[in-house]
């Protein structure tokens, strides 16, 4: 375990600034409930992302649009719960916060008040700059998320890598530099080209942790049900499944109804 690590009994915003500034790598996941999260955090991870991918994950839906500001607060709340030394941030839902500043500001209060989190992502640069700037100015720490940012899929069309050509990476570089001066304490750049990752990391001094972003940049962050392969029909590149737990569950409930149906399960000990 590194230096910066072993002493950390929870982590802020200003030991995510030292680990950049010291090179130690940030560890990031998704977490929507008090079981998972209590294992993710006990494992040492350094920010715990309630995602807005709980609209996907969690209730089943094709993309992030549908999941409300009260719905976040409720996977928040379970996730906070949970935790001791992790940072938590909270994503800010689709329509709680872009074009007004004001629902901007009382979304993200609502979230850090009846949660207890301790900050709010929002996806996009220039054009939500009042609302970042309205919410860090309530002393509330915002982390940004440019390049694939799923609330504007239907603007994009497709999940494809973003930030390709010239103009756009252009913008993804300027957008990155605006919130860093805006006062975000680090950025999220999801499914860029991995040279791209490592030149915004480089230029800025707040961390940046990638998605399919490359190893250039701070940090990295996947969805935990990825991770662990609970999910199986999602396989893009930047992905690496550390289990395979659709099949183990899947295994360990056909066992599960063999036993029951049999008469196996309970015996002689489970029983009063
Ligand atoms: O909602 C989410 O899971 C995210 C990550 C992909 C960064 O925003």
Same mark, same amino acid.
Request: aromatic share 6%.
């Given at each position: ?49 309630? *995602? ?7 209730? *089943? ?33 689709? *329509? ?41 100015? @309530? ?17 994009? *069309? ?24 805006? $006062? ?9 080209? @991995? ?23 701070? $940090? ?53």
């Amino acid at each position: 375990m590194s230096a910066v690590r072993k002493e950390i009994k929870r982590i802020t915003t200003h030991v995510l600034h030292a680990m950049k500034e010291q090179g130690e790598k940030i560890s990031m996941l998704t977490a929507y409930d008090f079981s998972m999260a209590k294992i993710l955090d006990a494992a040492g991870i350094d920010i715990l992302l309630v *995602g807005d991918s709980a609209s996907n994950v969690m209730a *089943g839906h094709e993309t992030t649009l549908p999941i409300t500001l009260e719905q976040m607060i409720y996977h928040a709340q379970s996730v906070v719960r949970a935790v001791d030394r992790a940072f938590v941030v909270v994503d800010l839902p689709f *329509g709680s916060y872009q074009g007004n500043s004001t629902k901007a500001l009382n979304s993200a209060i609502a979230i850090m008040k009846e949660s207890g989190a301790h900050a709010v992502k929002l996806e996009g640069g220039a054009e939500i700059e009042d609302s970042v700037r309205r919410i860090l100015s @309530a002393g509330v720490p915002v982390m940004g998320h440019l390049g694939l940012t799923p609330q504007s899929i239907y603007k994009f *069309g497709t999940y494809s890598v973003r930030a390709k050509e010239e103009d756009e990476a252009r913008k993804l570089v300027d957008d990155a530099k605006l919130l860093q001066e805006a $006062g975000c304490f680090a950025v999220v750049l999801e499914k860029i080209p @991995a040279t791209l990752g490592k030149e915004v990391s480089e230029s800025l001094h707040i961390p940046v942790i990638g998605i399919g972003a490359g190893n250039g940049t701070d $940090g990295q962050v996947l969805v935990v049900h990825d991770v662990l392969g609970i999910t199986k029909d999602f396989n893009p590149r930047f992905l690496r499944r550390y289990l395979n737990l659709y099949e183990t569950i899947k295994v360990a409930v056909e066992s599960y109804i063999e036993d029951v149906k049999s008469g196996n399960f309970p015996n002689e000990e489970e029983q009063y």
